[in-house]
């Protein structure tokens, strides 16, 4: 039997009719949208006055190609938001750093800001990122006379991580181990201070404890401590794990005694009033001892600071 001799197959026609036929499925059933909008983290904490920045992720499915601008609202007031670059293709997709920058003015809290994005075609979409504003660090007062004067006055409530290091050791503070960013039930996202006091090993004096100082030792000698002239008093949040956790708390001379922690976090306050707190050098300290704690204890500190 004779073959025919055949050229080679065109698959352009198919291809481009398959293609036809799936965009007109795709507008009719209403399948997904032209691209996505992700975040590369939903949460984050700045001081006032500074900036932080997130990723933002554009990514296409599999349908049309379209340009994406992106914006950003909510947050303190007097927030400025900057993306980098602030558009781009749906396909393949593209990345933009999100700059949010805070006003040194705006209230401490926890704020929602919506991430916008806009497709030239008119399709839009939204994510949120949670953004945790804290005081900015006081100013530290140089001589008498600017306190005599009011001149270099710390900006209260002031956070204990801004004044002072967690570096001071107290008894055999071997047996404790610290987590300093502990993600277990935080009082304020995202994180906590989680403190574990070991009774395993043969005691030395049978207590320990850690304090919060200035200057850290660790990084040069300074002569004077913090000057906290205008705050009276101290607050903090503290949970025990088991609520059985006996702990003493001071500062200044003031101090709650040994307290049994309670399973839910609960706040306490030192009275600073009439203190003298015009040279501070230990900001803050706890002790916990073998005799009241014989199977050693777990407890949890978060949102420490001087108020007035």
Same mark, same amino acid.
């Given at each position: 039997?004779?073959?025919?001799?055949?050229?080679?197959?065109?698959?352009?026609?198919?291809?481009?009719?398959?293609?036809?036929?799936?965009?007109?499925?795709?507008?009719?059933?209403?399948?997904?949208?032209?691209?996505?909008?992700?975040?590369?983290?939903?949460?984050?904490?700045?001081?006032?006055?500074?900036?932080?920045?997130?990723?933002?992720?554009?990514?296409?499915?599999?349908?049309?190609? &379209?340009?994406?601008?992106?914006?950003?609202?909510?947050? !303190?007031? @007097?927030? $400025?938001? +900057?993306? %980098?670059?602030?558009?781009?293709?749906?396909?393949?997709?593209?990345?933009?750093?999100?700059?949010?920058?805070?006003?040194?003015?705006?209230?401490?809290?926890?704020?929602?800001?919506?991430?916008?994005?806009?497709?030239?075609?008119?399709?839009?979409?939204?994510?949120?990122?949670?953004?945790?504003?804290?005081?900015?660090?006081?100013?530290?007062?140089?001589?008498?006379?600017?306190?005599?004067?009011?001149?270099?006055?710390?900006?209260?409530?002031?956070?204990?991580?801004?004044?002072?290091?967690?570096?001071?050791?107290?008894?055999?503070?071997?047996?404790?181990?610290?987590?300093?960013?502990?993600?277990?039930?935080?009082?304020?996202?995202?994180?906590?201070?989680?403190?574990?006091?070991?009774?395993?090993?043969?005691?030395?004096?049978?207590?320990?404890?850690?304090?919060? &100082?200035?200057?850290?030792?660790?990084?040069?000698?300074? !002569?004077? @401590?913090? $000057?906290? +002239?205008? %705050?009276?008093?101290?607050?903090?949040?503290?949970?025990?794990?088991?609520?059985?956790?006996?702990?003493?708390?001071?500062?200044?001379?003031?101090?709650?005694?040994?307290?049994?922690?309670?399973?839910?976090?609960?706040?306490?306050?030192?009275?600073?009033?009439?203190?003298?707190?015009?040279?501070?050098?230990?900001?803050?300290?706890?002790?916990?001892?073998?005799?009241?704690?014989?199977?050693?204890?777990?407890?949890?500190?978060?949102?420490?600071?001087?108020?007035?």
């Amino acid at each position: 039997m004779e073959k025919t001799s055949r050229g080679p197959i065109n698959f352009t026609p198919i291809i481009a009719g398959i293609s036809a036929t799936v965009a007109v499925i795709s507008f009719f059933l209403g399948l997904p949208n032209n691209f996505t909008l992700s975040l590369s983290s939903q949460e984050g904490s700045v001081l006032q006055g500074e900036k932080i920045t997130t990723e933002i992720r554009i990514d296409a499915t599999w349908r049309n190609r &379209q340009r994406v601008s992106l914006s950003a609202s909510g947050g !303190p007031e @007097g927030t $400025n938001y +900057t993306f %980098s670059p602030v558009s781009g293709p749906s396909r393949p997709g593209f990345r933009s750093e999100l700059s949010i920058m805070v006003d040194k003015n705006s209230l401490p809290g926890r704020y929602e800001v919506i991430i916008t994005g806009i497709g030239s075609n008119g399709e839009e979409r939204n994510n949120k990122y949670f953004l945790n504003l804290k005081p900015a660090p006081i100013q530290q007062v140089d001589s008498q006379s600017q306190v005599a004067s009011g001149v270099g006055q710390v900006v209260f409530p002031a956070y204990i991580e801004d004044l002072f290091s967690l570096t001071g050791r107290l008894g055999d503070a071997d047996d404790l181990s610290l987590d300093i960013s502990s993600t277990e039930d935080p009082h304020s996202i995202p994180s906590c201070l989680k403190l574990i006091y070991s009774t395993s090993r043969t005691p030395i004096k049978g207590w320990a404890g850690l304090y919060w &100082q200035y200057p850290d030792p660790t990084t040069g000698y300074e !002569p004077n @401590g913090k $000057n906290l +002239t205008g %705050s009276n008093q101290l607050t903090f949040w503290a949970r025990g794990e088991k609520a059985t956790e006996k702990v003493k708390f001071m500062v200044a001379g003031a101090t709650t005694g040994f307290i049994t922690l309670t399973s839910k976090w609960k706040q306490y306050t030192l009275d600073l009033s009439g203190k003298d707190l015009s040279n501070i050098k230990g900001g803050f300290s706890f002790i916990v001892n073998r005799t009241l704690n014989p199977d050693g204890c777990t407890l949890y500190l978060d949102d420490i600071r001087y108020e007035r």
